[in-house]
């Protein structure tokens, strides 16, 4: 059966139609982005027994990976068949600790661990300046250097190929543009800046990478505003999925049986 790992976002986890954190035969790392992958963990952090702020267990899980780095080697111990990136959970900013680079998700933002000492001298880093996009090439090149150099070469690579939407399929077949889009609450996000940006993160992985497959059902790309997960620009319309699905099958890729709750 394949071992699939994916870094990237919900929608390649969605691919799957298992809700919670269980996905048999899958290894999902998210919010993360690529310079925090390949930081050093943050000092002095230490996660609370609990998941905090109200998080739910993965997504706590998510964000201690995040700042203690435990991703990479989760990933190669894993010795996925296949290995998925999409770069949809890098629209979050960065934080700059000491040595150490965190991605500034909704999760941290809640979980109260930026008041802790391990975090409270932590300097922002925009996600669309130039410092950011500078740290995220040279952290592209590490990912394709760590793949070269680790059992990770002997997984099939796929980019899947991911843009915001611009507007939902509303009831009857309508259409209604997606407006103010917030990032996190009161951060809000302009979409043709982060497809522009997402287009050239995809660029600068084709330019390092090692050969990887494409999946892209840009003429799909469509917000659902009935989606199980709430409407967002990235929550797609049912035939979006269906159609990565299958191109995805074709690269070897076969539909795990859900774990029922």
């Not at 999409?86 to 960065?94: G, H, K, P, S, V």
């Not at 661990?113 to 001298?121: D, N, Q, S, V």
């Not at 507007?167 to 522009?196: C, K, S």
Request: proline share 8%; net charge neutral.
């Amino acid at each position: 059966m394949p071992r699939v790992a994916i870094i990237g976002s919900c929608i390649t986890r969605d691919l799957w139609p298992i809700r919670g954190e269980a996905l048999e035969g899958v290894l999902y790392v998210s919010r993360t982005s690529l310079p925090s992958l390949f930081s050093a963990p943050v000092s002095g952090f230490r996660p609370a027994a609990e998941p905090p702020g109200g998080l739910r267990r993965h997504q706590h899980n998510a964000l201690v990976a995040d700042l203690a780095k435990t991703s990479l080697a989760r990933l190669v111990a894993f010795a996925p068949t296949h290995l998925i990136f999409d770069f949809i959970d890098e629209r979050f900013d960065l934080l700059s600790v000491g040595p150490s680079v965190a991605t500034h998700s909704w999760e941290l933002a809640v979980s109260g661990y930026l008041a802790t000492p391990a975090l409270e001298g932590a300097r922002p880093i925009p996600r669309l300046s130039a410092a950011c996009e500078q740290l995220w090439s040279q952290a592209a090149g590490e990912l394709a250097a760590f793949i070269r150099a680790t059992p990770l070469a002997n997984a099939r690579l796929i980019l899947h190929s991911a843009r915001w939407a611009t507007a939902f399929r509303t009831a009857g077949e309508g259409r209604a543009p997606v407006r103010d889009v917030e990032i996190l609450d009161g951060q809000t996000a302009d979409i043709d800046q982060q497809n522009a940006l997402l287009a050239r993160y995809e660029a600068r992985f084709a330019e390092v990478m090692p050969p990887f497959d494409r999946l892209d059902a840009s003429g799909l790309r469509l917000a659902d505003a009935g989606h199980q997960w709430g409407p967002s620009p990235f929550h797609y319309i049912p035939e979006y999925y269906a159609e990565i699905w299958r191109q995805l099958a074709g690269l070897g890729v076969r539909r795990p049986v859900p774990e029922l709750a």
